[in-house]
């Protein structure tokens, strides 16, 4: 990835840039009078490589954050990644690396796509990490909106830490752009899983679906459901499959970490339905509408959901927009009738067809598990973001981070 720049304005080493409506998608790397702001070659090609390490992690409650470490003479020294809701944020993970073989960060430049938090979540404050680890320069991409007005740069400033900001801002907003959306909705972010065969069915006619995937796929899905906060089914699912929605190894055995199991749609649950269990994490959702499906979850602290099926559910959030990351696991087996996988998104010609781009993130855009492959998608950037993130804009995290 190589950050937008021009060659023409690099003076002695540096670049001469100006941040353009930083915290707009049309956020550039210009040249230009107005705001200045110096930032070094090493500490571009720092951000190029911070946003690359920002892509080994998983799309969900947090952004994807990476963060690169360099010298006073410009020498990378360390690299880290955001791995998801509850690990160590980049900035953390690159300075724990360093304190892991003895490397000393005085004096050092933090380079990271994202301002460093300032609140105590699920793992503590990234700017107390920088600060004790001596750092002196911080440079990001974009503003972090989680954070109140006072977020992590002015806590840095006050401890005298250089911060700059704004180098790869568009690139930064782009990768996060759906999270961005999402926060600024104040909605969970929408992770859409479809189980389908190689002519997109997801059940045979008699209303058999177990298994269509392989059990390596059936192992990455369970994965998925340990590290969400929920999954959610439409009722006929209920009635059709009687699931539990657990998140299980492969022996069964239960994982430490289960999300809350959502069932949307107005028909009552059975009460011997197995979606209950007895841990008391199973909801029903009163609902077709799937916006107010969101909002009910988001109110009880929910920031990132699978959506499972079956097809209505899944046409419904797909023609209202409301999904951020699309994985297919497909078969190469074929029904040639059954249920399809969407049934409607209310579109009748192609140039209204819905659009998706390959994800790159999370281990890639395509992956084999086992005889199946595994297609991971989120919605094609049209525009610029209309709404930038801003400090305003969200609630304190609370499922994520
Ligand atoms: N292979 C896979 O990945 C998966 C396969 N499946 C399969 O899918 C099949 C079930 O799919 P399907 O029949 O589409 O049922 P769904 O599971 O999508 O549930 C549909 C029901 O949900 C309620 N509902 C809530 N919101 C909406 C909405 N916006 N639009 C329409 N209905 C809504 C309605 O019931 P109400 O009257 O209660 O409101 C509706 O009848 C099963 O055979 C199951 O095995 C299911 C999940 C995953
Ligand atoms: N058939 C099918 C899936 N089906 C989904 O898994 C649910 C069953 O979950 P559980 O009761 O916890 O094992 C079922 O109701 C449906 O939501 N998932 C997949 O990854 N691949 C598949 O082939």
């Known amino acids: 990835m190589a950050l937008k720049r021009r060659k023409s304005c690099r003076f002695q080493g540096r670049q001469l840039l100006r941040i353009g409506s930083r915290m707009t998608g049309a956020a550039k790397l210009q040249p230009d009078a107005g705001v200045v702001t110096a930032f070094s070659a090493a500490e571009t090609g720092a951000m190029e490589d911070a946003l690359r390490a920002a892509l080994e992690g998983p799309r969900g409650a947090n952004p994807l954050v990476g963060a690169v470490v360099i010298g006073p003479d410009g020498r990378q020294l360390v690299s880290g990644h955001h791995r998801g809701a509850g690990t160590a944020h980049a900035e953390a993970d690159a300075i724990a690396q360093a304190a892991a073989v003895g490397l000393d960060l005085s004096g050092c430049t933090m380079v990271v796509t994202l301002e460093p938090c300032n609140h105590v979540g699920r793992t503590g404050p990234c700017t107390e990490a920088i600060i004790a680890a001596g750092i002196t320069d911080v440079v990001y991409a974009v503003d972090d909106p989680h954070d109140p007005a006072a977020g992590g740069a002015a806590t840095l400033r006050a401890a005298g830490i250089r911060v700059r900001s704004g180098l790869g801002a568009d690139e930064a907003l782009d990768l996060n752009r759906?999270?961005?959306?999402?926060?600024?909705?104040?909605?969970?972010?929408?992770?859409?899983?479809?189980?389908?065969?190689?002519?997109?069915?997801?059940?045979?006619?008699?209303?058999?679906?177990?298994?269509?995937?392989?059990?390596?796929?059936?192992?990455?899905?369970?994965?998925?459901?340990?590290?969400?906060?929920?999954?959610?089914?439409?009722?006929?699912?209920?009635?059709?499959?009687?699931?539990?929605?657990?998140?299980?190894?492969?022996?069964?055995?239960?994982?430490?970490?289960?999300?809350?199991?959502?069932?949307?749609?107005?028909?009552?649950?059975?009460?011997?339905?197995?979606?209950?269990?007895?841990?008391?994490?199973?909801?029903?959702?009163?609902?077709?509408?799937?916006?107010?499906?969101?909002?009910?979850?988001?109110?009880?602290?929910?920031?990132?959901?699978?959506?499972?099926?079956?097809?209505?559910?899944?046409?419904?959030?797909?023609?209202?927009?409301?999904?951020?990351?699309?994985?297919?696991?497909?078969?190469?087996?074929?029904?040639?009738?059954?249920?399809?996988?969407?049934?409607?998104?209310?579109?009748?010609?192609?140039?209204?067809?819905?659009?998706?781009?390959?994800?790159?993130?999370?281990?890639?855009?395509?992956?084999?598990?086992?005889?199946?492959?595994?297609?991971?998608?989120?919605?094609?950037?049209?525009?610029?973001?209309?709404?930038?993130?801003?400090?305003?804009?969200?609630?304190?995290?609370?499922?994520?981070?």
């Not at 709404?387 to 995290?397: G, K, L, V």
């Open 178 to 401: 759906q999270w961005f959306e999402a926060v600024a909705a104040k909605r969970p972010f929408v992770t859409l899983h479809i189980a389908q065969t190689l002519d997109a069915r997801i059940a045979a006619e008699d209303g058999t679906s177990q298994w269509i995937s392989s059990p390596e796929s059936l192992a990455d899905n369970h994965g998925i459901r340990g590290r969400i906060d929920a999954i959610l089914v439409g009722t006929q699912t209920v009635m059709v499959d009687n699931p539990r929605l657990t998140a299980r190894d492969a022996a069964g055995n239960p994982a430490s970490k289960q999300p809350v199991r959502a069932v949307m749609g107005l028909r009552a649950i059975p009460e011997d339905a197995a979606i209950h269990g007895d841990d008391g994490l199973a909801v029903h959702l009163p609902t077709r509408d799937p916006h107010e499906a969101l909002s009910m979850l988001y109110s009880s602290g929910i920031r990132h959901v699978m959506v499972e099926g079956g097809s209505s559910i899944l046409s419904s959030f797909l023609a209202a927009g409301l999904v951020d990351e699309l994985i297919v696991y497909l078969a190469p087996t074929l029904l040639g009738s059954g249920t399809p996988a969407l049934n409607g998104l209310g579109i009748t010609s192609l140039p209204d067809a819905q659009q998706w781009e390959w994800d790159a993130s999370d281990g890639g855009a395509v992956r084999t598990l086992g005889r199946d492959l595994r297609l991971h998608l989120r919605p094609q950037r049209h525009v610029a973001l209309d709404h930038p993130p801003t400090r305003a804009a969200a609630e304190p995290a609370q499922g994520g981070y």
